[in-house]
Nanobody, 121 residues
Framework: QVQLVESGGGLVQAGGSLRLSCAASGSIFSINAMGWYRQAPGKQRELVAHITSGGSTNYADSVKGRFTISRDNAKNTVDLQMNSLKPDDTAVYYC???????????????WGQGTQVTVSS
């Protein structure tokens, strides 16, 4: 199995910053893409940012210019630097990895347990 463990959530005032980190471990042969998603109360889970193994990134329009995703392929980690936080960024943030556990195995989505980010106004 592939385990993802997130850290770095918390409470911050509007305009502040937080950095989320996620480490993948377990039976990992290859990780293709990694990303961060979030889910606010009463809303669907949505993509925040996404990064491929080659370093190509994609961001939700609502976070462009404020959030930066980065990745260390050697360590199987992905970080999300969040600046200029807004109350609308309040949500549970989930780490995602699209990974294969063995050569020739299918890639599948794996998820962390989630970390709460609360931005007060």
């Amino acid at each position: 199995q592939v385990q993802l463990v997130e850290s770095g959530g918390g409470l911050v005032q509007a305009g502040g910053s937080l950095r989320l980190s996620c480490a993948a471990s377990g039976s990992i042969f290859s990780i293709n893409a990694m990303g961060w998603y979030r889910q606010a109360p009463g809303k669907q889970r949505e993509l925040v940012a996404h990064i491929t193994s080659g370093g190509s990134t994609n961001y939700a329009d609502s976070v462009k210019g404020r959030f930066t995703i980065s990745r260390d392929n050697a360590k199987n980690t992905v970080d999300l630097q969040m600046n200029s936080l807004k109350p609308d960024d309040t949500a549970v943030y989930y780490c995602n990895a699209y990974a294969a556990q063995a050569m020739g195995a299918l890639f599948d989505d794996y998820w962390g347990q989630g970390t709460q980010v609360t931005v007060s106004s």
